[in-house]
């Protein structure tokens, strides 16, 4: 689908993907159908700033195994010998080289989107970009100091993801940084990396949390047990 100026609409999700799960798959293509969007581009961070993580290889080759049956994800090439942290602007002018003429997205979960008002030359990189936020699960207690506690518990999610958005674009506002930013409709879910590393560490199952080509790599590997 092209946008009305003939650029292509491509969403970037990026993330360590330490490892990729289900929920990531969901994120994506809930993106890819809200936005009607042409491609996701997956980059798995080669050196996350202030993280510890699996080897960039072998998260690299999970998203690989994972997005495999779906021709609108695309994974970014594999890079090696990079030993500087990476950023996200560095990522978006790197894919901008790579597919001119695209009306650029990205995909962002809401922990890391309440950050963006201390990334890393933001005043380049957020309004060069829409920004796709996906809610994350929240109890309904949560949201009752904030507003009042409506009928659903995805209503409350979405609510609450709302209200945060706003808090951020204000930050962002005092900075004379404006952001574009729509927040994804999708169904909570409670699957997280670091769950799944957790399950590993306990020789619980991880069946139905990843895709099996990934669970069996994991196996393989033999990742993240003590």
Request: proline share 8%; with cysteine; net charge neutral.
């Amino acid at each position: 689908m092209r946008s009305l100026l003939g650029m292509e609409p491509v969403a970037i999700l990026g993330g360590t993907f330490d490892p990729v799960h289900w929920g990531h798959l969901l994120i994506a293509q809930t993106a890819l159908s809200q936005v009607a969007l042409d491609r996701v581009i997956w980059v798995p961070a080669r050196r996350p700033p202030h993280k510890r993580v699996c080897g960039y290889e072998h998260r690299w080759l999970m998203v690989e195994s994972a997005i495999a049956g779906n021709p609108a994800f695309a994974l970014s090439p594999m890079e090696t010998g990079h030993t500087e942290p990476d950023y996200a602007l560095t990522t978006l002018i790197n894919l901008q080289a790579t597919y001119p003429n695209c009306q650029w997205y990205w995909i962002i979960g809401l922990d890391a989107f309440e950050t963006l008002p201390r990334w890393y030359h933001r005043e380049r990189l957020i309004p060069a970009c829409d920004w796709l936020v996906a809610p994350r699960p929240v109890s309904v207690s949560a949201t009752a100091p904030l507003f009042p506690k409506s009928d659903s518990l995805e209503n409350n999610t979405n609510n609450l993801g709302s209200w945060l958005c706003q808090q951020v674009a204000g930050q962002l506002a005092a900075q004379n940084i404006p952001i574009r930013w729509q927040l994804l409709q999708m169904p909570s879910v409670g699957i997280s990396s670091s769950l799944i590393r957790q399950y590993c560490r306990q020789h619980r199952s991880i069946r139905y949390l990843v895709p099996e080509d990934v669970r069996a790599y994991i196996n393989t590997y033999n990742l993240y047990s003590d």
